[in-house]
Structures are given as C-alpha cells and as structure tokens.
C-alpha cells in the first residue's frame, strides 16, 4: 500500500486546501512535458493520490485501511538503547526501512526521516550518529530533498548479513517483507489445477470488456448487402442537364498552358 501522505510529504491530517496546493505544485514539477524533473510513473502516482485524498468517501475509506495495515514499530521488537547492541540495532533498523522501500517501490525508493522515525517507533534525535555512519560507509545516499535511498552496497551487505543476524532477519520479517504474500503464492502453486476440459462448479462471473473474435470468426459486413444498386436503370428526371465542369479550367494543364490531350 502506498502512503499517499509521505509521497506528498504532508500530514495525514492536512486540510482540503494544502493537498490542492501541494499537488499544483507537484503537478507542475513532475508533469512528462517538464524536461527537467518529468517523470510519468510519479505524475501517475500523484493523480492516483490526489483523486483519494480529495474525495471525503474514498479519503475516510483510505485512512482506515493505511491505519490497519500499519506495521508494529521495530522498537517493540529489538532494544535500540542497549548499551552494547542498541546502536548496531538501530543501524540494522534504518537498512530494514530502507531495503523494504527499494524492493517494493524501486520508482520510488526515497524514505524521508519522518517515516524512519515512525517506522522504528525511535525519536530522530538519536539517528544522527546512526545516519552518518550509514552514509560514510556508503550504505545510504542522502538526496537533494533530504530523503534516503538504499545504495546497491547496502542491498548487498543487508542481503550477505540477513542470514549471520537474527536480528536483522527479525526486522525484515516483521510486516514489511512479503512473507505473506509469497505464503499465498505457495499456495496458489500447490492447489489442484483442474483438467482443461472441466468447469469450474457454480455461477460464474460476468466477464467485462470487449469481446474479440477470433480471426476465423471475422466477417466483413456491408451495410448495403441485399439492397438494390439505385444508380442503374433509373431515368434521368432533371430538368435542366448542366454540364458542372462547364468553363472550368483544366486541371491537366502542362507548365507551358497546354491542353493535354486525352
């Protein structure tokens, strides 16, 4: 589920007029027709937000499901103020929050340090120490908005470490990594596959869209089909037969003025 609120990077309880006015702003910025920021998966993604948030119904409806799918907080897992693993937790931590946004959404794998803060249930006051560390060692970049990607030396020491460390392991486990999903996959693949020539029991659904033939089944239909030719065989009732092309230039003109003859 993407949190419409952090990718216009406003407060889940902004008023009707601020989400208008960040989503001008960011319309503008992120339109294809920008040369210099453009980019139409975001353009997307911002019309796809701003058609929820702007719409009381679908906002309420919105907020519920964002409130219900939120994650426990990593502080309820692992001990961030141990005096001897709090820090290197707290460091395993911020790669868990990043690692998950670069696997689910690699368009847009920027996490802000208010998300962090929330993901982790821990005060940024304590990640100064922690953010550093992880940008000098290059496992992090920090971009020009001041939000944090996972660099690809951080996918691999996250991937290399995951096994040797419980509590990495733990973190990546713990409502962000698909393990539910992949659960259902599993399951899907190991369900009985029907027979092709079996149908499935009860109704089924109603299938929408357009139907195409297939190629065999085309058939070219002339509105005229069965209807008799009206040009043929009929008098010619005009009162006056005016000849239309009468003192009309002809266009068959050679560049000298000549007449070509037919």
Known sequence: MVDYYEFLQISPNADADTIHRVYRFLAA????DNPASGDAE???????AYDVLSDKARRAEYDA?????SPEPYSSLVDFMDSLDGELNRRLAVLAVLYHRRRTNAHLAEVSL??????MGFPRDY??????YLQRKGYIAKADNAQFTLTAEGVDFVENERGESPSLNKLLTSGFEPAAADAATANEEAAPVPAPDTKPAGPQPIRSGPIVLPASMEVEYDQRFGRPERRVGLPDTRRFKVERRFNVKDRRADPDGKTIAS
Not at 29 to 32: C, K, T
Request: hydrophobic share 35%; aromatic share 10%.
């Open 29 to 32: 910025r992120l339109h294809p």
């Open 42 to 48: 975001k353009f997307k993604l911002l019309k796809d």
């Open 65 to 69: 499901s964002r409130r219900r799918q």
């Open 114 to 119: 208010a998300e962090i803060e929330q993901r």
């Open 127 to 132: 990640l100064d120490f922690t953010l550093w």
